[in-house]
């Protein structure tokens, strides 16, 4: 059974930081893009990151661009969102997914988690 498990969310003041994990288990981790994910009340779910089978390459919403740093490590089968200088507007459920080939569409990605809540105050 394919699972994704995201941790790591919570309530944090805004100019502070979280790090996001997705674990995931019954597939071979290495194979797969993975990416992150987040949906605010009453908007679309929108890319946040994404990061490439090995991890060389990278994607970068523009929004959290320089902010944000998307990771993985294939010997735990996990990956992080390291989340820096949070503003209120990053309140919203992440998702974590995963995708047969790379790249930023969420089209792209089958398998997904249910999300933890990541609450930044002003």
């Known amino acids: 059974q394919v699972q994704l498990v995201e941790s790591g969310g919570g309530l944090v003041q805004a100019g502070g930081s979280l790090r996001l994990s997705c674990a995931a288990s019954?597939?071979?981790?290495?194979?797969?893009?993975m990416g992150w994910f987040r949906q605010a009340p009453g908007k679309e779910r929108e890319s946040v990151a994404a990061?490439?089978?090995?991890?060389?390459?990278?994607y970068y919403a523009g929004s959290v661009k320089g902010r944000f740093t998307i990771s993985r490590d294939n010997t735990k089968n996990t990956m992080y969102l390291q989340m820096n200088s949070l503003k209120p507007e990053d309140t919203a459920v992440y998702y974590c997914?995963?995708?047969?080939?790379?790249?930023?569409?969420?089209?792209?990605?089958?398998?997904w988690g249910h999300g933890t809540q990541v609450t930044v105050s002003s």
């Open positions: 019954g597939l071979t981790f290495r194979n797969y893009a």
């Open positions: 997914a995963a995708a047969a080939r790379y790249g930023s569409d969420k089209d792209l990605y089958d398998t």
């Open positions: 990061i490439s089978w090995g991890g060389a390459s990278t």
